[in-house]
T-cell receptor, first 109, second 114 residues
């Protein structure tokens, strides 16, 4: 079957670094996506990994290990506006996205 | 460029009523999707369409129907609404011809069925 897990909630301090983990199980894999969703808004695309390794994009980086079924999103220099839910999703063999329930990130001053 | 629009923004509906949620995109994306999002659960795919004239069932299709008469529009119909269909509904689109099949989401429709 297919399964994807991420922590329900995390808290971090403004200016700090936080790592949000995501593990998945799938019979077919075509990439791992991270989306950001502010409360009451639509998800917006952050990053995509299809090969092992780290993809860096400004303050945000995403890592993938296909052999371990593991990804993380790293957020540096946290700002209050980074308070949001972060959604992990993998693309299965049918090119459909399978979504985790999301990690609510709370940033404290 | 508007991207993806959805209507209505929110709706309260009596159980048993028929309801159509509208979705329009102006990016000429060939694929479109309907998801529902419920507290504590990930986005769940209801129906999708890879190109105009074709549709497919997602993870939770029961009680919903879709049509794709053209590239831009992808309406979702609840034939006879039930309280368990209370949710936030997101429409999304993607360009399957691109290197990365990134999905872009509309603003959502918050539906309450009483």
């Amino acid at each position: 079957g297919q399964n994807i897990d991420q922590p329900t909630e995390m808290t971090a301090t403004e200016g700090a670094i936080v790592q949000i983990n995501c593990t998945y199980q799938t019979s077919g894999f075509n990439g791992l996506f991270w989306y950001q969703q502010h409360a009451g808004e639509a998800p917006t695309f952050l990053s995509y990994n299809v090969l092992d390794g780290l993809e860096e994009k400004g303050r945000f980086s995403s890592f993938l290990s296909r052999s371990k079924g593991y990804s993380y999103l790293l957020l540096k220099e946290l700002q209050m506006k980074d308070s949001a839910s972060y959604l992990c999703a993998h693309m299965d063999s049918n090119y459909q996205l399978i979504w985790g329930a999301g990690t609510k990130l709370i940033i404290k001053p | 460029i508007a991207g993806i629009t959805q209507a209505p923004t929110s709706q309260i509906l009596a159980a048993g009523r028929r309801m159509t949620l509208r979705c329009t995109q102006d990016m000429r994306h060939n694929a479109m999707y309907w998801y529902r999002q419920d507290l504590g659960l990930g986005l769940r795919l209801i129906h999708y369409s890879n190109t105009a004239g074709t549709t497919g069932k997602g993870e939770v299709p029961d009680g919903y129907s879709v049509s794709r008469a053209n590239t831009d529009d992808f309406p979702l119909t609840l034939a006879s609404a039930v309280p368990s269909q209370t949710s936030v509904y997101f429409c999304a689109s993607s360009d399957l011809a691109g290197d990365v099949d990134t999905q872009y989401f509309g603003p959502g429709t918050r539906l309450t069925v009483l």
